[in-house]
């Protein structure tokens, strides 16, 4: 079939609506946060048009630089987690009978359908003293009293690996189904362990994809906004949960318009070398 660019108005009317959705839900609202993020804040909570570039200089402070350092770094650490975990796991699935892997998906799938906010309470919960996992640690003898895991970095770290999890799975699931496991019994063949094997063939012939879904992983923990307050002390408070305290409790709507253009640029960046990550691995 020989493909050419749409010619008419009737060719263009399949993607009429997405792009008026586009534009109505992320371009309009985009541009106004834009505009409110150079408003000059007034006494009162209140702010008035201006064009000054106050908001974006607050940028450079070393609390926002703390918050921005520490929610990157956050953001990193799930990913890098979150795909050392996911990518064997997703190996060893797809190597699975075709009934085990509808079982497994199945059950990643009704973890999707979870709420952060049940995720948030259930972590809460479980890293709890009254009726957390020590009590378990307790009754084994490993601890001598229940002690409370949360809030705690490491609290807040399962939550968010936990949550994104399925994410990673089924990001990474289709491009190990399609890679050719011959490859893999060729270097066993030739003499290469199952641990070499996997870290000479197996990773270097994914590596655009495995990127591509870190940066994914990325984005999605950086924006982050509930798991930090349940299972964080504020010190782990991410740029999500400051955009919201400063239009909502500190009143200071442009400040906060500025640190949200930031983060959507971040994130439509990523997504962008995650974009280009992907196209490179097609053309290979």
């Known amino acids: 079939m020989i493909r050419r660019a749409p010619r008419t108005l009737a060719e263009h009317s399949p993607i009429l609506f ?5 534009v109505v839900f992320f371009v309009i609202p985009f541009s106004l946060m834009i ?25 450079l402070t070393a609390f926002f630089g703390g918050v921005l350092s520490f929610s990157l770094g956050l953001a990193a650490l799930v990913a890098v987690v979150s795909v050392g975990i996911a990518f064997p796991f997703t190996h060893r699935l797809v190597r699975l009978p075709r009934a085990g892997q509808i079982r497994w998906l199945v059950f990643l799938l009704s973890i999707l359908s979870l709420s952060e906010v049940i995720i948030g309470f259930a972590w809460s919960t479980l890293l709890s003293r009254t009726a957390g996992i020590t009590n378990l640690l307790v009754a084994l003898g490993l601890m001598e009293a229940p002690q409370s895991l949360s809030p705690s970095f490491g609290g807040l770290l399962a939550g968010l690996v936990y949550q994104a999890f399925p994410y990673t799975v089924l990001v990474l699931y289709p491009a190990l189904a399609r890679f050719d496991p ?8 030739l003499g290469a362990s199952p641990l070499r094997a996997f870290f000479t063939v197996l990773v270097p012939g994914l590596r655009n994809t495995i990127v591509a879904t870190t940066i994914m992983v990325f984005v999605f923990a ?3 906004y ?15 949960v400051l955009i919201t305290d400063q239009a909502i ?13 930031f983060l959507v640029l971040v994130s439509l960046a990523l997504v962008g070398l995650a974009l280009m990550a992907g196209r490179r691995e097609e053309g290979a």
């Not at 997405?18 to 586009?22: D, E, I, Q, R, S």
């Open 222 to 224: 950086l924006g982050s």
């Open 18 to 22: 997405p792009a008026l959705m586009l």
């Open 35 to 59: 505009a409110v993020s150079v408003f000059r804040r007034v006494p009162g909570g209140f702010y008035e048009p201006d064009l000054v570039f106050a908001n974006y200089e607050r940028f």
């Open 182 to 189: 011959y490859l893999v019994e060729a270097a066993r063949t």
């Open 226 to 240: 509930l798991l930090p307050q349940l299972l964080g002390k504020p010190q782990h408070w991410t740029l999500s």
């Open 249 to 261: 409790y500190q009143s200071n709507m442009p400040f906060a318009a500025a640190m949200a253009v």
